[in-house]
T-cell receptor, first 112, second 114 residues
Framework: GDSVTQMEGPVTLSEEAFLTINCTYT??????LFWYVQYPGEGLQLLLK?????DKGSNKGFEATYRKETTSFHLEKGSVQVSDSAVYFC???????????FGTGTRLTVIP | DAGVTQSPTHLIKTRGQHVTLRCSPI?????VSWYQQVLGQGPQFIFQ???????GRGNFPDRFSARQFPNYSSELNVNALLLGDSALYLC?????????????FGEGSRLTVL
């Protein structure tokens, strides 16, 4: 079945460091891929998405590219800020499906 | 505009009891989905409702049920509670039924079963 494997955390970085959070997936057909973020005390919110191979999703300085050949959707940011501290979830929506499969989440802490 | 609102925010029940969780979607959203998030795990899909009809069901036992009302709000019911039902229950709304659309999540109802 469809599934997402996400890099385990927690991850602690200094401000302005480069961030990569790995995500790989297993799915039949052509899933859509998402990164959701959960800031402290807030609900999950969509960070970015990509709906087909080679698409790049981007938002708030974060980027992720849909790589079908490696079944990956790694999240990257060139220079993290303290305000980026949150839990990040990789997710997929199967071909034509109406629900999301989430990874286990990666907690990022950015220290000044 | 109000986001997705859920109630109650926290509750404690004992094994064997029943619980009802409520969700109000963003105005104009006709789809409501429920997810269970166990501590340290990602959310798991329970149900999706669209226009008051069930459109999807995850791998959860029949003790879990839900419904959607004419105003698109929704209830999640869990009967015969087990310790393993302790989790954060998330409601999400969206404009349409497709998985391509953005889901807007509430802050969740944290259920503790003793």
């Amino acid at each position: 079945g469809d599934s997402v494997t996400q890099m385990e955390g927690p991850v602690t970085l200094s401000e302005e460091a480069f961030l990569t959070i790995n995500c790989t997936y297993t799915a039949t057909g052509y899933p859509s891929l998402f990164w959701y973020v959960q800031y402290p005390g807030e609900g999950l919110q969509l960070l970015l998405k990509a709906t087909k191979a080679d698409d790049k999703g981007s938002n708030k300085g974060f980027e992720a590219t849909y790589r079908k050949e490696t079944t990956s959707f790694h999240l990257e940011k060139g220079s993290v800020q303290v305000s980026d501290s949150a839990v990040y979830f990789c997710a997929l929506s199967g071909n034509g499906a109406n629900n999301l499969f989430f990874g286990t989440g990666t907690r990022l802490t950015v220290i000044p | 505009d109000a986001g997705v609102t859920q109630s109650p925010t926290h509750l404690i029940k004992t094994r064997g009891q029943h619980v009802t969780l409520r969700c109000s979607p963003i105005s104009g959203h006709k789809s409501v989905s429920w997810y269970q998030q166990v501590l340290g795990q990602g959310p798991q899909f329970i149900f999706q409702y669209y226009e008051k009809e069930e459109r999807g069901r995850g791998n959860f036992p029949d003790r879990f049920s839900a419904r959607q009302f004419p105003n698109y709000s929704s209830e999640l019911n869990v009967n015969a509670l087990l310790l393993g039902d302790s989790a954060l229950y998330l409601c999400a709304s969206s404009l349409g039924v497709s998985g391509l659309g953005e889901l807007f999540f509430g802050e969740g109802s944290r259920l503790t079963v003793l």
